[in-house]
């Protein structure tokens, strides 16, 4: 540790409070208000596993496949993420785009059961999708005719939202 580099915290290391001096609001320790905001936006994402998921429609020049992407986070870190080209050729840009959240729910699934095994404690997932079909497809279980054609392994997203 001697030769890494200093960072700069909220609070210096070396104060410490009484129960006496916590403040109430702000106004009362202005000076304590930025470390106890940190650390509240923290605390607040404690139970929080986050995923952001994205797919880029044909970038394989030669096959033409879609590259899926997603990144889950935990206590506000990154824990999983994953690039890969899809093994299916989608025919509209939507399909991309609904993989791509499948693979992340099926890894944050299985993930969420593992730490909570671990630390016996629940967390609440929540899946970010940039696209506006996707999610519509997610969420609405009527079967649509000109999505027919999507892998059922695919469908795996929709059980777990309903």
């Known amino acids: ?57 044909a970038v394989d020049l030669d096959k033409r496949r879609s590259l899926s992407s997603h990144i889950l986070c935990l206590y506000g870190n990154v824990v999983s993420w994953k690039v890969n080209l899809q093994l299916v050729v989608a025919l509209l840009t939507t399909e991309p785009k609904y993989i791509s959240p499948g693979e992340a729910v099926k890894k944050a699934v299985w993930l969420k059961r593992i730490v909570g095994e671990l630390l016996l404690q629940e967390f609440i997932l929540i899946i970010h999708c940039d696209s506006q079909s996707a999610i519509h497809l997610a969420k609405n279980p009527s079967h649509h005719e000109r999505s027919k054609h999507i892998d059922v392994k695919f469908y795996y997203i929709r059980n777990i939202i309903t």
Do not use: W
């Open 1 to 57: 540790m001697s030769g890494s580099k200093a960072v700069s915290t909220p609070l210096a290391s070396h104060f410490r409070i009484s129960l006496s001096q916590c403040p109430i609001t702000e106004q009362e320790r202005p000076d304590l208000g930025y470390a106890i905001s940190m650390i509240n936006r923290d605390c607040d994402k404690s139970t929080l596993l986050e995923g952001f998921t994205d797919a880029n429609y």
